[in-house]
């Protein structure tokens, strides 16, 4: 009995508590049914205020850290750490920064670079091409990288249209050099990846990176005065004609770089890279990803579907990155056994169909698809960091706030945005498809492309929904659900989608129109069916 009367001397809770825990059980219950979302979304949206304020504290502060001076630091912190491993060979930290610091010194010694000075860079996926664009960045250089499958014509267009001082081209990628050397401008001084020569007036760079120092060249050379500076071009993959140069800045650079680490990655991560540096995807959110986590990237020479898992396998790889067509292509592979057997957590990227979705998780185990939305020269972003399928982001009210964008109704017979009487454009409604613009303001800025004010200007709606606003018209038709989920659409203009580029039609039908015997060239995309490109249907007059 005394256990009992112990029992009862207990002192009883004050009368408010069981009503405090009911309705703490009951808030629950609501934010469930109504709100499923509020706490991933609180999440994500403080991470995102957080890397905005710690930008914003340097800048108060006077420091402009990029992501360059970021991999100094680690070079420093984490010298032996791998940072590339390429063909089984590993990179450190340290490698890295000595190698890049000998590229600098060879130009600063044989060229005539000064900072501010553009570079085009010509190189396919290997440690190289990451050494000569750290080097020509320590010397203050706007390094402008060019597709390496753009040939004759267009790679000299891509050349002309951002005015290098230079150009550095791989050893593997001569044959394009050959095709354009005899109509580049001759104040381009040109540099390639070798030891010895065929051409005229062609330097080498690998005899002379041996002789150079390690020494790191000072700092001022690279040094931002403004977040908002010039620091890459990027080549859009030209889908209202030949490919133009968009301007990349230090501020854009630091964004891409912390994607990786916004939908969850650590330094402990090791990342594998397939897509091609060029593109922003692998240059910005991989290698800058890399150096914003202080993580490992595998990097791979060309995407080879059939080598992929071995490949993840052999290096311990737990971050993927992606495009649409490569998770198809993944899932077109015969299936063997142990596939699930792998250690990659995290697949991001862009483009990958529903079915396509529900198939590479069936097939691959329990891997989170981290899809986003995201133009190279674009002021506006998505992230899906739900994992919902099928979706490339979520917003809500706060994340408007910050990053203003709406849908708006498009015409597609007059291929332009639908104004009503008033002048002003119109909103569509949740579910249905509107082109989505993105508003340009000091905190989101266009940057536009690089010696061409005519399409920097095409690519902005001016007078939208009052006197005076200006957007950036993303050119991509997209649809926003009742949970305010966004799901890409379509893409307006003459375009296809092929092995994920954006082609433009014009610019296949110049190619075709070369031939002797053809008049007249119309090219337009069909889509085949199970697939998410589009093949090139041609009309001709002969």
Wanted: hydrophobic letters at 40%.
């Amino acid at each position: 009995m005394s256990g009992w009367e112990d029992l009862y001397l207990l002192p009883m809770p004050p009368s408010w508590v069981p009503g405090a825990a009911a309705g703490i059980v009951f808030l629950h219950l609501i934010q469930n049914l109504f709100f499923p979302y509020f706490w991933l979304d609180l999440r994500y949206l403080l991470k995102v205020l957080m890397y905005g304020l710690r930008v914003e504290m340097y800048r108060l502060q006077g420091r402009i850290v990029t992501v360059l001076d970021k991999f100094v630091k680690l070079a420093e912190k984490q010298p032996h750490k791998p940072f590339l491993i390429y063909e089984g060979k590993v990179h450190t930290y340290r490698d890295v920064d000595r190698r890049s610091n000998r590229i600098a010194q060879v130009f600063l010694q044989h060229g005539t670079l000064k900072k501010g000075d553009t570079v085009a860079v010509l190189m396919s996926n290997e440690p190289d091409f990451i050494h000569v664009w750290f080097g020509l960045a320590k010397l203050g250089c706007v390094v402008a990288f060019l597709n390496f499958n753009v040939r004759s014509r267009s790679l000299l267009h891509c050349v002309s249209s951002c005015e290098p001082k230079m150009l550095v081209v791989g050893a593997d990628l001569l044959g394009s050099l050959e095709e354009i050397l005899p109509n580049l401008q001759k104040d381009i001084s040109v540099w390639t990846m070798t030891k010895e020569s065929t051409f005229p007036s062609v330097h080498t760079l690998l005899d002379k990176i041996e002789d150079a120092s390690e020494d790191p060249v000072p700092v001022n050379q690279r040094s931002a005065n403004n977040l908002k500076s010039s620091v890459l071009y990027i080549f859009t993959s030209g889908t209202t004609g030949l490919p133009k140069a968009a301007v990349i800045s230090h501020m854009q650079v630091l964004k891409g770089a912390a994607g990786l680490w916004a939908f969850g990655a650590t330094a402990a991560d090791i990342i594998y890279i397939t897509l091609p540096l060029y593109h922003s995807a692998a240059s910005l959110l991989g290698i800058g990803g890399c150096i914003e986590l202080g993580a490992t990237c595998v990097l791979k020479k060309k995407f080879s579907a059939s080598q992929f898992w071995s490949d993840c396998k052999k290096y311990n790889v737990t971050v993927i990155q992606y495009i649409g067509e490569l998770c198809r292509y993944l899932c077109n592979q015969p299936v063997k056994e142990g596939e699930k057997n792998h250690k990659v957590r995290l697949a991001i990227g862009n483009g990958v169909r529903n079915d396509v979705w529900r198939e590479f998780l069936d097939r691959f185990g329990a891997v989170k698809i981290c899809e986003f939305y995201g133009a190279t020269e674009g002021n506006i972003c998505f992230m899906n960091h739900t994992g919902k399928i099928g979706s490339v982001g979520r917003t809500n009210f706060f994340y408007k706030l910050f990053f203003p964008f709406d849908l708006i109704k498009y015409d597609f017979l007059k291929d332009e945005p639908i104004r009503n009487k008033h002048g002003w454009c119109e909103k569509v409604k949740k579910g249905e498809a509107g082109l989505l613009i993105s508003k340009v303001n000091s905190k989101n800025p266009f940057f536009g492309y690089a010696g061409n004010k005519r399409h920097t200007e095409k690519k902005l709606l001016r007078e939208v929904f009052k006197k005076g606003d200006i957007y950036y018209n993303t050119g991509d038709l997209m649809v926003q659900d009742h949970e305010n989920f966004l799901y890409f659409w379509d893409r307006i203009g003459d375009t296809f989608r092929w092995k994920g580029e954006n082609v433009a039609t014009t610019e296949v039908s110049d190619v075709i129109v070369m031939l002797d015997f053809i008049q007249e060239a119309n090219v337009y995309g069909v889509s085949v069916p199970g697939k998410r490109s589009f093949s090139p249907m041609f009309s001709l007059v002969v």
